[in-house]
C-alpha cells in the first residue's frame, strides 16, 4: 500500500512539473532582436556595455542568457542575490521606479526547465538563467559545486555538469542543443558573446581571461556553427581589454550609463566595489594576488569596450 501512495504521489510530482514548466517558444513576449550571452550575471555589464544600454534605449527585444551563477563558490543566498542585482541594473536601464518588478516562469527547452524572468510592464526585456557553477577563474571549479566547470565539460575531462540548485544535468550535446534552441526559438537577429578567441587558461593560471567566459562564448560559436544558424555574431574581449586603452572617460556620457548601471548590481554584490573611488582603490592596491580579476580591474572595464572579431 505505501509503494503504490510513493509511486502516485512521484507521478503527480511529475506531472505538475510538466504542466507548469511553458513552452519557451510559445511564451516569448517579442522575437527577433538580440540575444546577449554572458558567463556570470555581471558580465553584460561589464564587457557588453554600452552596446547592452544602447539596445535599451531603441526598445530592441532583448534576451539575456547567463550560464554560471558567478558566486565565486559560495552559492545559496548569494548567487540569489547576483540575480536581483542584475535585474536592478536591467531595470534601471529600463528607467523602471520600480526595481523590484520581475515576473518569473519555468519554461521549457528541449527536455530542460530553465527559469526565465522578465521585466513586467516591459516584456521585451528577458533574462534566462541556466544556473551552472561558477568554473573559477582557471575552470579548476569549486569544492562546493564537485570541482565541476564548463571548462572541464568542453574539453571532455566530465561528462556531464549539475546546475547549482541541482534541477538539471548537461551534457555538452544537450547543452549545445539548448543554446542552439534559445537562438532559434527567439528567431534572434543578432547575437552577442563573449571573448570566442581568448585563450583557456591552464589549471592555476589565474590572471588570464576566467575560463567561464572563454568557454561559454565557444560554446555559443559551435552551437551557431553546428547548427548553421544565420545570425550575425559579435564577441566582446573580456579581461584582457585591461591592457587596451580606455573608450570612454568620466566626460562621456556612455560612461555614465556603464558606471551608473554597474553600481545598480554592485549594491547585491559584496564582493564588488560599489562607488567609483572604492573601485580606483581597489586598482590601486599593491598586491596584485590580494585580489581577484573580477574585483580589482572593475575600474579598467568600465572605461573599455573592444569588439572581437
Not at 503504490?4 to 517558444?25: C, G, I, K, Q, T
Not at 526598445?59 to 542584475?86: A, H, M, P, W
Not at 513586467?120 to 541556466?130: D, H, M, N, R, V
Amino acid at each position: 500500500m505505501f509503494t503504490f501512495h510513493l509511486s502516485r504521489s512521484f507521478l503527480a510530482m511529475l506531472l505538475v512539473s510538466l504542466a507548469f514548466a511553458e513552452d519557451f517558444s510559445r511564451g516569448q513576449a517579442c522575437k527577433g532582436g538580440t540575444i546577449y550571452f554572458s558567463a556570470h550575471p555581471v558580465d553584460s555589464l561589464l564587457y557588453q556595455q554600452p552596446d547592452l544600454f544602447h539596445d535599451f534605449y531603441v526598445y530592441k527585444c532583448l534576451l539575456s542568457v547567463v550560464f554560471t551563477t558567478g558566486d565565486r563558490g559560495i552559492g545559496g543566498n548569494s548567487s540569489q542575490s547576483l540575480e536581483v542585482g542584475l535585474e536592478a541594473a536591467y531595470a534601471y536601464m529600463a528607467g523602471a521606479s520600480d526595481k523590484n518588478i520581475w515576473e518569473e516562469t519555468i519554461v521549457q527547452i528541449n527536455d530542460y526547465n530553465v527559469t526565465k524572468r522578465n521585466l513586467k510592464g516591459t516584456p521585451t526585456i528577458q533574462i534566462l538563467y541556466l544556473r551552472l557553477p561558477d568554473g573559477a577563474s582557471d575552470g579548476g571549479g569549486y569544492r562546493v559545486t564537485h570541482s565541476q566547470s564548463l571548462k572541464k565539460l568542453y574539453q571532455g575531462n566530465i561528462r556531464s555538469i549539475t546546475t547549482a540548485d541541482g534541477e538539471s544535468t548537461y551534457t555538452l550535446r544537450s547543452l549545445m542543443d539548448l543554446v542552439a534552441s534559445v537562438i532559434k526559438q527567439s528567431e534572434a537577429q543578432e547575437i552577442r558573446v563573449l571573448d570566442f578567441k581568448a585563450p583557456v587558461p591552464n589549471d592555476g593560471e589565474l590572471d588570464s581571461e576566467h575560463a567561464d567566459h572563454a568557454i561559454s562564448a565557444r560554446l555559443v560559436m559551435d552551437a551557431v556553427n553546428g547548427e548553421h544558424i544565420q545570425v550575425y555574431l559579435r564577441g566582446y574581449a573580456g579581461n584582457f581589454m585591461r591592457h587596451l586603452d580606455p573608450t570612454m572617460n568620466a566626460t562621456h556620457s556612455d560612461f555614465f550609463i556603464k558606471a551608473d548601471t554597474f553600481f545598480q548590481y554592485a549594491e547585491h554584490d559584496s564582493h564588488i566595489c560599489h562607488t567609483h573611488e572604492e573601485c580606483y582603490n581597489q586598482f590601486q592596491e599593491r598586491s596584485p594576488d590580494g585580489l581577484s580579476q573580477d574585483v580589482k580591474y572593475v575600474i579598467n572595464w568600465l572605461e573599455r569596450e573592444y569588439w572581437v572579431s
